[in-house]
């Protein structure tokens, strides 16, 4: 890239913030907006341009980096007088990382091109960690000059991107990458609810997976702290893989297809949001059903 991007990174949340962190770090000149003015200040201490309203963002910037939550936070951040849309200028470049239905990524995608401003579909795999050491996994839907283009924008973020194929490939890819994470956070939060109602300490289960090559998976790491302490801070809320879970649901009825976990799973899940548990991380699953919440 002759001409480096000016980058406006809009939604600071647990996995945005790290990655704007990331491309400030790597010298990318960024500016932010969220819309919780406060999460914005560190940003200013480190001589990043804060903007008042997305479109004042995308006003100052020829590339805009969203990383919100759910297609209602990026009509929000998009649509209105005040939203990036309305400031879309030809030539200049959207990159979306949050996770979206495809259908969504679609209909963006198509937007972006009205307007002739170029479009990467780029969620990503891997959580708070992963997000703070600029190691994700970014699952790409574009055209594979652009992709190339972006990759100095997107490597200083990941340490893989994958190209699944065109919009909206990265977000197809991304459901069938959380379907699995989906089950295996709760696969884990039953197995340990099982060892307790045996009076085996649930420690025994992460031991001897760690013993089994087979199954020694790095995830089950993440999750084990919160598996056995039953305490749930937030690296993955619950509220966003149920989202994701439903756009699995729903591009699987629309192909006639059936998931039978991940239903389950999703309706695991919805117990648990109605319970007010969608603030705490995904592996607080099967808490309503096994245990109160200490
Ligand atoms: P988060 O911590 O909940 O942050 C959400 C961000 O969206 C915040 O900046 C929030 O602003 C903003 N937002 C929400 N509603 C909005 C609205 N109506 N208008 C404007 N801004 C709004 O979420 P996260 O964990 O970073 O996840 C972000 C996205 O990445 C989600 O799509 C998630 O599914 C996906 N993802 C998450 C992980 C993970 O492990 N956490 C991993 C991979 C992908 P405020 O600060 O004002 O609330």
Known sequence: MSVPPRIGFIGLGIMGRAMALNLVKAGFQVSVYNRTRRRTI?????????????????????????????????????????????????????????TLSPDYTSALAKKCFLAGVNFLDCPVSGSKGAAETAQLVILAGADKALLEKFSPVLKAMGKEIVHAGPVPAGTSLKLCINLIVAQLTTALAESAALARAQGIDPALIFETLGHNPALNCGYFGLKKDNILKQEYPPAFPLKHMLKDARFMLAEAAKKKLHLPVTAAVESLMTKSYNSGYGDKDLSVVLANLSEPLG
């Open 42 to 98: 560190e940003f200013a201490d480190l001589g990043c341009q804060v903007s008042a309203t997305p479109r004042a963002l995308a006003k100052l910037c020829d590339t805009v980096i969203t990383m919100v939550s759910d297609p209602e936070a990026m009509d929000a951040v998009m649509e209105g007088p005040e939203g990036v849309a309305s400031a879309f200028a030809g030539g200049n470049t959207l990159i979306n990382m949050c």
